[in-house]
Structure formats: C-alpha cells, structure tokens
C-alpha cells in the first residue's frame, strides 16, 4: 500500500450532494455502531499490537483508540454549542499533541472503548433529537477559518469512525 492508502484507507470525506433524513439516519447508525467495532477490532490484540503504527510516523493502534473519543467527545460538545449558541466559535485542540500524551500513549484502551461507547450513547441519543433544520445550524472553526453546517459534520464524524476503525483493521489482519 502506499502512503495515502494507509492515512486514507476508505478515502476522504466526501459530503454528498443531498442530505436528507434517509441520510442522516445512516450516519447516526454509523456512530451508533462504532464502539461495538472498536471493542471487537482490539479485544484480542496484544500490548504489542496495539502499539503498531498504522503507517510510517502514524500513531500506533493504542493512540488511534484513545483519540476516538477525545476527538468525538469535542464533536458533541461542538454540536451542543451549534444547537444552543448562534453561530459559536469552537475551541480547537492539539490532536496530535493529545496524542503524544503518556495516557494516550501507554494507557490500557479499556477505559477509552468504554468512554466511547458512554459518549456515543449519550451523543446518538442527542442526534436522533434534531429535526432536519438543525442539521443546517453552524459553528465557526478558527483554524480552518469557515463555517462549518451540522449536516456536514454529522457526516465528517461518520466517515472519522470508519476511517481509523479501518486503521485498525487494516495493520492487524
């Protein structure tokens, strides 16, 4: 494989042309259904899997874990704000840098499979709340510098799922 096949194993995001319910419906299924991959694609992998990168100068198996939920933890939080606020600015944060910490980088995925799997339950709960309208309510990224609609990343985060779950799947097997 090469390089961009293992960053981007089932490709780039690529927000389809009609969002509708059908649609919405799919990705919160996809969301819904994460923890449960992620909890099988790992349970029986050793430390020395785990700690594997996915590809050259790429996390390791055990950081990709731990960065599902810091990353949907922020999403969730930024789809409140976008129900709740007019139009708020979300606070970044250093991916890579959260990363590279010692519990990122060594901490038993346990506690993160099971913090995805409360967060993704509370957070698909939420999402299957919104009607169709709030879907096109934004939040302003600072560091892409844009507006960035629910229904978009509803899908971003959908896709995000699959594309590190595939990660996994992909230096295991």
Same mark, same amino acid.
């Given at each position: 494989m090469d390089l961009e096949q293992l960053k981007y194993?089932?490709?780039?995001f690529i927000m389809p042309e009609i969002f509708d319910e059908r649609q919405a419906t799919v990705w919160i299924s996809e969301i819904e259904a994460l923890p449960a991959q992620i909890k099988k694609?790992?349970?029986s992998l050793s430390s020395?899997?785990?700690?594997?990168? *996915?590809?050259?100068?790429?996390?390791?198996?055990? !950081?990709?874990?731990?960065?599902?939920?810091?990353?949907?933890m922020n999403a969730y939080i930024r789809f409140k704000q976008a129900l709740t606020e007019d139009v708020p600015v979300i606070r970044p944060y250093d991916e890579a840098g959260?990363?590279?910490?010692?519990?990122?980088?060594?901490?038993d995925i346990e506690m993160s499979v099971a913090l995805l799997t409360s967060l993704h339950r509370r957070w698909v709960t939420?999402?299957?709340?919104?009607?169709?309208?709030? *879907?096109q309510r934004?939040?302003?990224h600072p560091? !892409?510098?844009?507006?960035?609609?629910?229904?978009?990343?509803?899908?971003m985060y959908a896709w995000h799922g699959k594309h590190h779950l595939a990660h996994i799947n992909n230096t295991v097997n």
């Open positions: 194993p089932i490709g780039q694609a790992t349970e020395n899997e785990l700690n594997q990168a *996915y590809r050259p100068g790429g996390w390791t198996l055990r !950081q990709v874990v731990h960065h599902l939920p810091d990353s949907h959260w990363a590279e910490t010692e519990e990122a980088r060594n901490g939420f999402l299957k709340t919104l009607k169709m309208e709030d *879907y934004k939040y302003i560091a !892409q510098d844009k507006e960035l609609n629910l229904a978009m990343m509803l899908g």
